[in-house]
């Protein structure tokens, strides 16, 4: 199951490929997958398991570049780099960055795998220094150009929106208890015990406050765990995972969204929480700082802090103008962004990269 970064590269190859665009997808496999197969246009070659995909994958790319001439490559660098610019030979590049973990990395896995990949990602400002970029905020841009890489070769291109996924023409009524929601992979590094610490204050102050956790990922049971010790789990309800109807229903049905993580290479969540006409509560950090507008259809609150998570979330749930001002706002912000305007962005810049009529 994949999470908006793999979103964000399934519309624009999908897009390439209704383009007229010949598109190969090189990609690790997991259990019960083809290991060939066409989806969308996209021709699908699948190898090997995630965890080390950055060994066995790129073996599969020099092979495919030396058997046939492709007029681009683009690499997702999405947690490890492929260090594509070693064996690409003449083919052109763009690598396409949601962000970069840095020191976040450490929140998540035992320090041996987290220098691992910290390293990893401090070769890229050395091994790409001469590749273009496309990134998906201003926040993952700054952090590119921070580590030492040319601002004259990224591109910042936003992510897109389904509005049509999430709209619906005879929506759910809004729960009449204040209901909260927190929508992530459960992953240690999105923090999201900072929103069960936040809602144990809300649910402290509003007894009838309610929250829902959607999503499923490895972080679960210790999140289940802490839920107990904070005594909440008549309050606090695990949904997994929801197939899109279900989910987009749920979402009109809450008041608040709390997104806690650390650091997002934009914040998809955010802006479909928007178009369900839910104002969002995140830290002020790399990527939501970005997907948010502060005041407007959300609030930013400092990472970590449970207490301005709380805070915040309560003084919208206690004030309906304000609220519905928010909401309002959201929709407008959500109906904003567009995937066939990314992907004819994104396609404007491979074609000018691939044939090299114009440098960023």
Known sequence: MGGGAELHLHHILKGAAAAG????????SYPGAAAEETIDGVHIRRHGHWAVANFVLPPLVRRMLRSRRYDLLVEDINKIPFYTPLYRGSTPLVAIVPHLFGRTVYRETNPLTATYVYGAESLIPRLYRDVDFEVISPSTRDDLVARGLDPARIRTIYCGMD???FTLADPPARATEPLVVTWSRLRRYKSLDVALHAFARIHRDMPAARMLVMGRGP???RLRRLCTRLGLDDWVEFRGFQPWDELVRTLHQCRVFLNPSPKE??????IEANQCGLPVVASDRP???????DGETGLLVPYGDPAAMADAALGLLRDEDRWLAMSDAARRWAGSFSWQRCVEESLTLFDQVATGKKRL
């Open 265 to 270: 290479g934009w914040g998809l969540t955010v």
């Open 163 to 165: 509005h049509e996924r």
């Open 219 to 221: 972080d679960e049971g």
């Open 287 to 293: 990527g939501l700082k970005d997907s948010v507008r």
């Open 21 to 28: 665009w010949e598109v190969d997808l090189v990609c690790s």
